[in-house]
T-cell receptor
Framework: EDQVTQSPEALRLQEGESSSLNCSYTVSGLRGLFWYRQDPGKGPEFLFTLYSAGEEKEKERLKATLTKKESFLHITAPKPEDSATYLCAVQGYTGNQFYFGTGTSLTVIP | GAGVSQSPSNKVTEKGKDVELRCDPISGHTALYWYRQSLGQGLEFLIYFQGNSAPDKSGLPSDRFSAERTGGSVSTLTIQRTQQEDSAVYLC???FGQGPYEQYFGPGTRLTVT
């Protein structure tokens, strides 16, 4: 079965302290890997889609990368407003489902 | 344009009662998903609608759960004879189509079964 594992579960960073979040996946043929941001009490907000190994995408302080087994979300010089839960999801070629990880809760301390 | 909307935002119900949760997707989006999110858990897929095709119900946890989508737009998730374990946030998402397109989520409905 398709599966997504995210690590760490929680991460506390000082403002400006860069780090990376990991998303490991197993899928029977990857159609797409997705990163979302979720703030408390809100629905997930789309960040990036990656389709094939080697692909990279950037948005402000965030950069997502993809290999055949995992994806990283790199956060450069984070700010307190980057505090949120970051979710990773994959969609394979079998079925219509998106499989979500349990997320990484990021706290950026001023 | 308007995003995905869901109603109600909060619902408290007694065990054994039926509830209906509503989702209005983004106009023009043909795919619609329902998920359940429990504390500390990932999003659990419930059901998927694509255009006029038969829905993918493979994620529904029991026959107490059902959903319909009228006119290819608004969707209603119904939970009959609610149980305490049904307490969760129910999220709806829509996307452009069946491909690996990003999903746009609504704010969710927080269901509490007492």
């Amino acid at each position: 079965e398709d599966q997504v594992t995210q690590s760490p579960e929680a991460l506390r960073l000082q403002e400006g302290e860069s780090s990376s979040l990991n998303c490991s996946y197993t899928v029977s043929g990857l159609r797409g890997l997705f990163w979302y941001r979720q703030d408390p009490g809100k629905g997930p907000e789309f960040l990036f889609t990656l389709y094939s190994a080697g692909e990279e995408k950037e948005k402000e302080r965030l950069k997502a990368t993809l290999t055949k087994k995992e994806s990283f979300l790199h956060i450069t010089a984070p700010k307190p407003e980057d505090s949120a839960t970051y979710l990773c999801a994959v969609q394979g070629y079998t079925g219509n489902q998106f499989y979500f990880g349990t997320g990484t809760s990021l706290t950026v301390i001023p | 344009g308007a995003g995905v909307s869901q109603s109600p935002s909060n619902k408290v119900t007694e065990k054994g009662k039926d509830v209906e949760l509503r989702c209005d997707p983004i106009s023009g989006h043909t795919a619609l998903y329902w998920y359940r999110q429990s504390l500390g858990q990932g999003l659990e897929f419930l059901i998927y609608f694509q255009g006029n095709s038969a829905p993918d119900k493979s994620g529904l946890p029991s026959d107490r759960f059902s959903a319909e989508r009228t006119g290819g737009s608004v969707s209603t998730l119904t939970i009959q004879r609610t149980q305490q374990e049904d307490s969760a946030v129910y999220l709806c998402a829509s996307s452009f189509g069946q491909g690996p397109y990003e999903q746009y989520f609504g704010p969710g409905t927080r269901l509490t079964v007492t």
